[in-house]
Structure formats: structure tokens, C-alpha cells
């Protein structure tokens, strides 16, 4: 007795050990299953308040507005002027494919009664030049790019008055920027403008749009074909769309802000799950806005720009400078969630490997001591 109490005193250092293991063992699964999520950050303000388009290449944000181009680095938290683009104007669609990023459509700054464009051009940011490419055959505004499958889809939106009357479009155009050259897809069943859109496993999902806030339409790229989902809980316009990848969150696409018909502005975030085609609410946005967008980078959601109320007279139009990111449901900076968003429990299980190995080995030297002691 009085050998064993020794032997116990002596390695106490083991003891401690692989109490220590064991601890981790049990941190690193409480850490892998309740990383912190669903929050937002205040990010500094972009330069000035204004309302456009931006897209994440290479770790940075470029938001496109009128004739102004910046570039955010999220990392130093600065914003910086670039060259402008090369046609002035509003309500265009902002894609990023190998480097370079394509700015398409929208409403020349001076056209007067809503006449649209189909301009086309691309910015190369390394060398901060721009260049004219072929034109988008029908000439439209207020819609989104997306790009799936190094092609960029351009769904609906705006064309040209018809006796004065909004001209809400179905067309369904896509860009290939190797070869510069425009095709003609399947139109979309029910055509929305001011709309918000987001791609997730080669589908293209539109929402939010007017006159037809309650739909979501979904479009299958390899198919070319459509359907309908569930209605957002909220039917809202001039909303903001994000998708997450399934690396740091689980694959879900975010409906941030918007306004409803009336023009009341909304701070509300709903998240739509493509597995089971279900509607859950995330976090509210700090600042209430529409016509703000959302740019994904590293499965974080930043939203930037848009207006706050419709009329202001100390700020034409309600437009806002805010730049908040958001932290989305089920984030985990570490990447340890698999494809799907279910806790990784690798590092846990090797955790608690460890300290199986190290009882085995101090049950191991306790039995030699004993053999030993049993000699004597």
C-alpha cells in the first residue's frame, strides 16, 4: 500500500497530464458545437452614403456607384478610390469571374425617363484599367448577375418604358467571358425587377422582387429549368441576398432588409434552408435599410450602402454610409463543420484518443511497478 501511495505521489505529473486531456477533450467539443454566430459587427462606413453594386474578389470588396469605384480591404478596415467605370450609371449587375469583374447593364446618369443600356464592361484590378466588352443584347436595368459554371446569368429586371408604363422583363441572358459572347436561356416564368438573388449548388435563386415580393424562383443551370419555393416569411422588395458555401457556415441563402410596398423600411434577416426548403430569422440587421448589398466573403456577410427611409431632407433619399457585417447562423471560423453545417467532432475524438492512451500507459507502468514490487 505504502509502494502504490508513493508511486502516486512520484507521478503525480502523469496524473495531471492526462487530467489536462481529458479537460481539452471537453473544451474543444463544447468549442466545435457552440462557435459563436449570429451577430453583427459594425464595420467602418464607406465614404460616403450612396446606394450601387460590389462583389468579393481575392479577400477584398469593390462597390461599384455611378461613376465611382472603391475598394474595401477588410483586413485593414481601409477604403480606397479606384478608377471610375468607363459609362456613368445606376441600377447595373456586378459580377467577379477569374480576377476580373463585369459590370453590365443599369440606367445612364442622364438618361432621362428611364432608358436603359446594355453596356458591358470589365475591370481588371491589378492594373486598374477598364474595358468595353460585348453588350447585353437586351437592354435592361435593376436586376442581378450571378455567375454559376464560368458563365453570368442575367435574369429579368427592367427595360425600356412601354407608353410610359414600367417594363418589367422575363429575359434570360447569358455572358461567357472567354469568348465574349452573349446566349439566350430559358426566361424566367414570372419577371421581377429590384430584386435580390443568390447561387448556391449551380441554382440561382431570385426573391424579393416587384411586383412579386412573395416568390421565390428557383433556376436550375444544368437543367434550364425553373421552380417555385416557399414564400419568404416576410414578402419584402430591395432586399439583400448572401449565400454561404457550407466551408465556415452551413449552406443557407440570407434575405437581409428590404422594404415593404408602402416603403417601410425593414431591418429583418431571414434565412432560407435549400435542404428542407424551410424559412428561419436571424439576427435583425442594426441598420434598417433597402437597396443595400451583400457581399459574401469567407462565409461572412457584409452589407453595405442603401437608404433608410425613402425621403430625408437633411440626406436626399435616406441614403446611408453603413457598413455592418454579419456572422451567420452556425459560422465557425475554423472551417471545423463539414459540407452540411453538422459539428466536426475529428479534433474531440482525437482529444479524447489521447487521454485513452496515456490511462492505458499509466496503467501499464502501474502494473510493471507492481510486478517489480511482487519480485521483491
Same mark, same amino acid.
Given at each position: 500500500m505504502h509502494r502504490r501511495v508513493s508511486f502516486i505521489i512520484k507521478n503525480k505529473r502523469l496524473w495531471a497530464f492526462l487530467a489536462l486531456a481529458c479537460l481539452l477533450s471537453i473544451v474543444v467539443n463544447v468549442r466545435s458545437s457552440d462557435a459563436a454566430e449570429n451577430y453583427w459587427i459594425a464595420k467602418k462606413p464607406m465614404p460616403r452614403p450612396c446606394w450601387g453594386g460590389a462583389v468579393a474578389l481575392n479577400g477584398k470588396i469593390y462597390f461599384f456607384v455611378w461613376n465611382i469605384t472603391y475598394e474595401y480591404d477588410p483586413a485593414a478596415g481601409n477604403w480606397t478610390t479606384k478608377a471610375p467605370m468607363l459609362t456613368p450609371r445606376k441600377g447595373f449587375a456586378v459580377a467577379a469571374?477569374?480576377?476580373?469583374?463585369?459590370?453590365?447593364?443599369?440606367?445612364?446618369?442622364?438618361?432621362?425617363?428611364?432608358?436603359? @443600356?446594355?453596356?458591358?464592361?470589365? +475591370?481588371?484590378?491589378?492594373?486598374?484599367? /477598364?474595358?468595353?466588352?460585348?453588350?447585353?443584347?437586351?437592354?435592361?436595368?435593376?436586376?442581378?448577375?450571378?455567375?454559376?459554371?464560368?458563365?453570368? +446569368?442575367?435574369?429579368?429586371?427592367?427595360?425600356?418604358?412601354?407608353?410610359?408604363?414600367?417594363?418589367?422583363?422575363?429575359?434570360?441572358?447569358?455572358?461567357?467571358?472567354?469568348?465574349?459572347? /452573349?446566349?439566350?436561356?430559358?426566361?424566367?416564368?414570372?419577371?421581377? @425587377?429590384?430584386?435580390? @438573388?443568390?447561387?448556391?449548388?449551380?441554382?440561382?435563386?431570385?426573391?424579393?422582387?416587384?411586383?412579386?415580393?412573395?416568390?421565390?424562383?428557383?433556376?436550375?443551370?444544368?437543367?434550364?429549368?425553373?421552380?417555385?419555393g416557399p414564400s419568404p416569411p416576410v414578402p419584402l422588395v430591395d432586399a439583400?441576398?448572401?449565400?454561404?458555401?457550407?466551408? /465556415?457556415?452551413?449552406?443557407?441563402?440570407?434575405?437581409?432588409g428590404g422594404r415593404?410596398?408602402?416603403?417601410?423600411?425593414?431591418?429583418?434577416?431571414?434565412?432560407?434552408?435549400?435542404?428542407?426548403?424551410s424559412w428561419t430569422s436571424g439576427k435583425p440587421m442594426p441598420t434598417a435599410r433597402y437597396a443595400a448589398t451583400a457581399v459574401v466573403l469567407d462565409d461572412t456577410i457584409y452589407v453595405m450602402g442603401g437608404m433608410e427611409m425613402m425621403f430625408n431632407l437633411n440626406q436626399p433619399y435616406g441614403l446611408t454610409a453603413a457598413n455592418?457585417?454579419?456572422?451567420?447562423?452556425?459560422?465557425?471560423?475554423?472551417?471545423?463543420?463539414?459540407?452540411?453545417g453538422t459539428p466536426n467532432y475529428a479534433i474531440p475524438l482525437v482529444a479524447a484518443a489521447v487521454a485513452t492512451a496515456l490511462a492505458i500507459a499509466i496503467t501499464t507502468i502501474i502494473r510493471k511497478r507492481k510486478g517489480k514490487a511482487s519480485i521483491k
Open positions: 469571374y477569374k480576377n476580373k469583374i463585369y459590370v453590365i447593364g443599369g440606367e445612364p446618369i442622364g438618361a432621362y425617363g428611364r432608358f436603359y @443600356c446594355g453596356v458591358n464592361e470589365v +475591370y481588371d484590378p491589378t492594373t486598374g484599367n /477598364w474595358e468595353a466588352r460585348a453588350e447585353m443584347p437586351t437592354k435592361r436595368g435593376s436586376m442581378c448577375a450571378a455567375v454559376v459554371g464560368g458563365k453570368i +446569368y442575367l435574369i429579368a429586371g427592367l427595360e425600356d418604358p412601354v407608353d410610359e408604363a414600367p417594363n418589367i422583363s422575363v429575359v434570360n441572358e447569358v455572358y461567357d467571358p472567354e469568348v465574349d459572347a /452573349w446566349t439566350t436561356a430559358k426566361s424566367i416564368p414570372v419577371g421581377v @425587377c429590384s430584386y435580390a @438573388c443568390a447561387v448556391l449548388d449551380d441554382k440561382i435563386y431570385v426573391m424579393a422582387g416587384w411586383d412579386r415580393p412573395d416568390l421565390l424562383q428557383i433556376y436550375d443551370t444544368k437543367t434550364d429549368t425553373w421552380n417555385t439583400a441576398a448572401a449565400a454561404t458555401t457550407g466551408t /465556415w457556415a452551413p449552406k443557407r441563402i440570407y434575405l437581409i415593404h410596398k408602402n416603403y417601410t423600411v425593414s431591418n429583418s434577416v431571414q434565412v432560407y434552408n435549400p435542404e428542407d426548403g455592418e457585417q454579419y456572422i451567420p447562423i452556425g459560422y465557425d471560423p475554423h472551417g471545423l463543420r463539414p459540407a452540411q
